[in-house]
């Protein structure tokens, strides 16, 4: 069993639908950061977050502490948004290296 | 505040050959990490640099990879011989020394490509 652990691995979906990609990690402390890797490599980092929900534009991530378990959410997706989203969590001290999930790669028909 | 930048953003070298990446953190970031994602796997972790010194280098594969950071600010990473399972993305990312534990800005990677 992978320490982070993420679902779906592959979501296809119509330009316009809301979409949930889940993170559940069982290594260190409660926090998380979210990635998008881009078709050509080069990876934007999304979220990072400790406690509750966090928006940016279409994208909202919320983190449920004592489940150990995240969520982001892009409202009105649109084919743009097409990528892969990485969870990574860090470790249990100041420093520590993240561990990744697989990924789940996302495409958004027009 | 200028972020993390990695040079090249892609490489295409031949089986033998030697690469060097570079990777630039925020200015002050005394933590510096290297990772990469090989295709189909999901990143893995190679090292981490507290300033020019290696905290743990525990995920470098094997001896072919020399990781670098010479007065504690840019770092290089370089593959001598290289191989093709070394194709992937090359990311760096780093943090101030007394960061919030979990804190990482990443840098948009170097896409490594071995023929």
């Known amino acids: 069993k992978n320490e982070v652990e993420q679902s779906p691995q592959n979501l296809t979906a119509q330009e316009g639908e809301f979409i949930t990609i889940n993170c559940s990690y069982s290594v260190g402390i409660s926090a998380l950061h979210w990635l998008q890797q881009h078709p050509g490599g080069g990876i934007v980092s999304l979220f990072m977050l400790s406690s509750g929900k966090k928006k940016h534009g279409r994208l909202i991530a919320t983190i449920n502490i004592q489940e150990k378990h995240s969520s982001l959410h892009i409202t009105a997706s649109h084919p743009r948004d097409s990528a892969v989203y990485i969870c990574?969590?860090?470790?249990?001290?100041?420093?520590?290296?993240?561990?990744f999930g697989e990924g789940t790669q996302l495409t958004v028909n027009p | 505040e200028a972020g993390v930048t990695q040079f090249p953003s892609h490489s295409v070298i031949e089986k033998g050959q030697t690469v060097t990446l570079r990777c630039d953190p925020i200015s002050g970031h005394d933590n510096l990490y290297w990772y990469r994602r090989v295709m189909g796997k999901e990143i893995k972790f190679l090292l981490h640099f507290v300033k020019e010194s290696k905290q743990d280098e525990s995920g470098m594969p094997n001896n072919r990879f020399l990781a670098e950071r010479t007065g504690g600010t840019y770092s290089t990473l370089k593959v001598q011989p290289a191989e093709l399972e070394d194709s992937g993305v090359y990311f760096c990312?780093?943090?101030?020394?007394?960061?919030?534990?979990?804190?990482?800005?990443f840098g948009p990677g170097t896409r490594l490509t071995v023929t």
């Open positions: 990574a969590a860090p470790g249990e001290t100041s420093g520590s290296r993240l561990t």
């Open positions: 990312a780093s943090s101030p020394l007394m960061a919030s534990y979990y804190e990482q800005y």
